[in-house]
C-alpha cells in the first residue's frame, strides 16, 4: 500500500502532465487522512492556482502555513495566487518573507519582480529581477522577462538581446532540420523556413515578415498553425503556407521563427514593416456576409471581442468583462455586434445593454477555418473594439478601423502611453490609467464613439 508520501508524488506526477483535477483529487484524499500534513495542502494550492480557482488556492496555502510557519515555497506561491486576485501588497509581503526564511530562493524574487511589473511598478519589478540575477546570472526565464520589458519600453537593441533566452526556457522549440538558422544576412536568393513560436494573435503580427522577405528577394515557406492555414492561404503576398503539424519536404537554405526575424533585422518602433493590410478575407466569404449585411448610412456597425484564451498568464488583467462594454450600447446609431466565440460567449447572457448585442450564428468560423467567416464580417463592419486577444492582431492585419482597450501594463508590442501602434496603421489604443480601471477606458471610448457616429 501506497505511503502518503507517495501518494503526494504520485499526484505531482499527474499534475506535471496537466491533469490539475486528477491531480487535486489525490491530494485531496491524502488530506483526509492527515489534515496536518502541510505539504499535501502546498500541492492542493498549487493544483487549485493551475485550474484558476484562486480563492481555494490561497486559502489551501494559508493552512499549509498555518500548519508550518516557516515553509517559503507556500509563501511563494500563495503570493503568487495573491497577484491573480489584486492583493498586491499581501502578495508582495508573502514574497519578502519566503526571501527572509531563504534568501536565495530565486523564484521568490522573480515572482516579486513579476508583481510589480504586472502591476505598473515597473522599476521595482526591474530591481527584483536584478536581485535574482544575482543568484543565478544564467537564469533564461530572467532574461527572457527582461527583454519583454524592455521591448514594452521601447529599448528594441536590449529587448530583442535578452528576449533570445527564451529559446532556452525549454518551452520553445526549433523545427528539426538540418538546415541552419537563419542570421539575419541579405534574404536575396534564399529559401527560408519561417515557423511559428506562440500564439494565433502573435502568428498574424508576425506573418507579416514574409511578405517583407520576399519584397527582398526571398522565396519563404511559412510553418503556421493548421488552424490559420486557410486564412493566410488567401494573401498570396505572404507565400506559400503548410501546417505545422505535417514534416517539411520542401528543401530549404535556413530557417527562422517569425518573431526571430524582427529581432535579426533589429526592429524597433521607427522600422516595423507596417502595411495598410497584409491579410485578405475570402472573396466568396466576403461576398456572402456583404449580401448579409448591406451597408446602410445611418448605422454604425460595431463589432466586439471582450475575452482572450484564459490560459494566458496574464488574461486576467487583459480580458474585460463584457458588462462594461454596456456603456456603449445606449448610443444612438450605434449598433453592437459579438465578434467573441469560445471562452467569454457565456457572459452574453447576463447581457443587460439599453440595447441588444447582435450575433452573427453558432456557425460562423465553423465551415471554412479558424477566423474566415470573422475577416469577412470585419469588413462589413464600420468599427472594432477588443481587448488584447487575437481579434485585435486580425483586425489590424486586415487593415480594419479597430480599438484596442489595453490593461494598465499590457503586452510589450503596444509599448507604453502612445495612441497609436507602429505595427497596425489601424489600430488606436485606449489605455487603463490606473490598474484594473475598465471604467476610466470606457468612458472615453463612449465620448469619441458618439463623436465618430455623428
Known amino acids: ?187 536575396k536568393g534564399k529559401t527560408i523556413l519561417l515557423c511559428v513560436e506562440q500564439g494565433l494573435g502573435d502568428t498574424l503580427n508576425f506573418v507579416r515578415f514574409a511578405r517583407w522577405l520576399r519584397e527582398r528577394g526571398a522565396q519563404t515557406v511559412v510553418h503556421c498553425q493548421a488552424a490559420l492555414l486557410a486564412l493566410l492561404q488567401q494573401s498570396p503576398a505572404l507565400g506559400p503556407m503548410y501546417p505545422n503539424t505535417l514534416a517539411l519536404e520542401t528543401r530549404v537554405h535556413t530557417h527562422c521563427s517569425l518573431l526571430d526575424v524582427a529581432d535579426f533585422l533589429n526592429v524597433n518602433a521607427e522600422t516595423i514593416p507596417s502595411f495598410e493590410s497584409y491579410i485578405q478575407p475570402a472573396p466568396n466569404l466576403t461576398q456572402y456576409w456583404a449580401q448579409r449585411l448591406p451597408k446602410q448610412n445611418d448605422r454604425l456597425r460595431v463589432g466586439i471581442a471582450w475575452q482572450g484564451t484564459p490560459d494566458h498568464q496574464a488574461d486576467i488583467f487583459r480580458s474585460i468583462p463584457l458588462k462594461h462594454f454596456e456603456a456603449l450600447a445606449d448610443l444612438p446609431k450605434v449598433e453592437l455586434y459579438s465578434l467573441q466565440s469560445g471562452f467569454g460567449v457565456e457572459q452574453i447572457a447576463q447581457w443587460r445593454g439599453a440595447a441588444p448585442l447582435r450575433n452573427f450564428g453558432d456557425n460562423v468560423d465553423q465551415s471554412s477555418g479558424a477566423f474566415m467567416d470573422t475577416a469577412a464580417i470585419m469588413r462589413q463592419l464600420d468599427l472594432v473594439i477588443t481587448s488584447d486577444t487575437s481579434i485585435a492582431h486580425l483586425a489590424g492585419a486586415l487593415g480594419v478601423k479597430c480599438w484596442i482597450a489595453l490593461n494598465y501594463i499590457p503586452d510589450w508590442r503596444w509599448l507604453l502611453a502612445r495612441s497609436d501602434s507602429p505595427w497596425y496603421p489601424s489600430v488606436r489604443l485606449f489605455r487603463q490609467p490606473t490598474l484594473s480601471n475598465w471604467q476610466a477606458v470606457f468612458q472615453e471610448m463612449r465620448q469619441e464613439l458618439l463623436e465618430f457616429s455623428r
Not at 9 to 34: C, D, N, P, S, T
Not at 74 to 99: H, K, P, V
Not at 162 to 179: C, K, M, T
Open 1 to 187: 500500500m501506497a505511503t502518503l508520501e507517495q501518494e503526494l508524488l504520485r499526484g505531482w506526477a499527474l499534475h506535471q502532465q496537466k491533469k490539475f483535477a486528477e491531480a487535486e483529487g489525490i491530494y485531496r484524499r491524502v488530506i483526509a487522512q492527515a489534515k496536518d500534513n502541510a505539504n499535501a495542502w502546498c500541492y492542493l494550492g498549487i493544483a487549485l492556482h493551475d485550474q484558476r480557482q484562486f480563492e481555494q488556492s490561497i486559502a489551501a496555502y494559508r493552512q499549509a502555513l498555518m500548519l508550518q510557519p516557516n515553509f517559503p515555497v507556500a509563501l511563494n506561491n500563495l503570493g503568487n495566487s495573491l497577484r491573480y486576485t489584486s492583493e498586491i501588497d499581501e502578495a508582495d509581503r508573502c514574497f519578502e518573507q519566503a526571501i527572509q526564511q531563504k534568501p536565495d530562493y530565486l523564484n521568490a524574487y522573480k515572482n516579486r519582480g513579476t508583481l510589480h511589473v504586472w502591476t505598473g511598478d515597473i522599476a521595482r519589478g526591474l530591481h527584483w529581477y536584478e536581485q535574482a540575477l544575482k543568484i543565478n546570472p544564467n537564469e533564461a526565464e530572467l532574461h527572457r522577462n527582461l527583454g519583454v520589458i524592455y521591448l514594452l519600453q521601447g529599448r528594441f537593441e536590449d529587448g530583442w538581446r535578452e528576449y533570445r533566452w527564451r529559446w532556452q526556457v525549454g518551452d520553445l522549440h526549433r523545427p528539426n532540420i538540418s538546415a541552419p538558422v537563419w542570421d539575419g544576412s541579405d534574404p
